[in-house]
């Protein structure tokens, strides 16, 4: 397997435009995180899916992020319209939903540059 | 509530010798697993070592071992003969069944290895 699969890799757009991530899964997990991860905050996780339904997505920071999961094999994270301070790494994950030696797989994640 | 807690931001450690990363977590679940990332400076999330909470003996991968204390809710992470390459960010997570397996991340731990 080719593993967690995110695209863009980096992605730079103005204040206003419309950015979406895409992330493609590995084949079989059924448990999918996106991640934000800039120096001030850290890692944060914003939303995550169980069989493709959105299960938590407290972490999401307001309206303007919106994230699907149509399929098993691909999600969406969107941000609409973007502003300066959305300006980090997005990583996508997958997984087993299980509590054993199940690790999460993360993608090499969106740099995300809004300027 | 912070349910990951990384109390070291930054930690030095001279090559060949060993260090200890202090992860403590928050859950009053029965059923949790426990896992550690490694982040170097090209990005990418590493999985490292998994911990669950029914497992009697602490967990070895190579070098790195993981000293779980379940009363004292601890998970830290020991990394010996530390190598130029360890140097990197080091995440403490943890996942509950009752939360539907969602996957907390810690603040992170910087490790810079001294030749």
């Known amino acids: 397997d080719a593993g967690v699969i995110q695209s863009p890799r980096h992605e730079v757009t103005e204040m206003g435009q419309e950015v979406t991530l895409r992330c493609k899964p590995i084949?079989?997990?059924?448990?999918l995180f996106w991640y934000r991860q800039t120096m001030m905050r850290g890692l944060e996780l914003l939303i995550y899916f169980n069989n493709n339904v959105p299960i938590d997505d407290s972490g999401m920071p307001e309206d303007r992020f919106s994230a699907k999961m149509p399929n098993a094999s691909f999600s969406t994270l969107k941000i609409q319209p973007s502003e300066p301070r959305d300006s980090a790494v997005y990583f996508c994950a997958s997984s087993l939903p299980s509590l054993e030696e199940t690790e999460a797989f993360f993608g090499q994640g969106t740099r995300l540059t809004v300027v | 509530a912070q349910k990951i807690t990384q109390t070291q931001p930054g930690m030095f450690v001279q090559e060949k010798e060993a260090v200890t990363l202090d992860c403590t977590y928050d859950t009053s679940d029965q059923s949790y697993g426990l896992f550690w990332y490694k982040q170097p400076s090209s990005g990418e999330m590493i999985f490292l070592i998994y911990q669950g909470s029914y497992d009697e003996q602490n967990a070895t991968e190579g070098r790195y071992s993981l000293n779980f204390q379940k009363a004292r809710k601890s998970a830290n992470l020991v990394i010996s003969a530390s190598q130029l390459g360890d140097s990197a960010m080091y995440f403490c997570a943890m996942r509950e069944g009752s939360n539907d397996y969602k996957l907390s991340f810690g603040a992170g731990t910087t490790v810079t290895v001294r030749a």
């Open positions: 084949s079989g997990h059924n448990s």
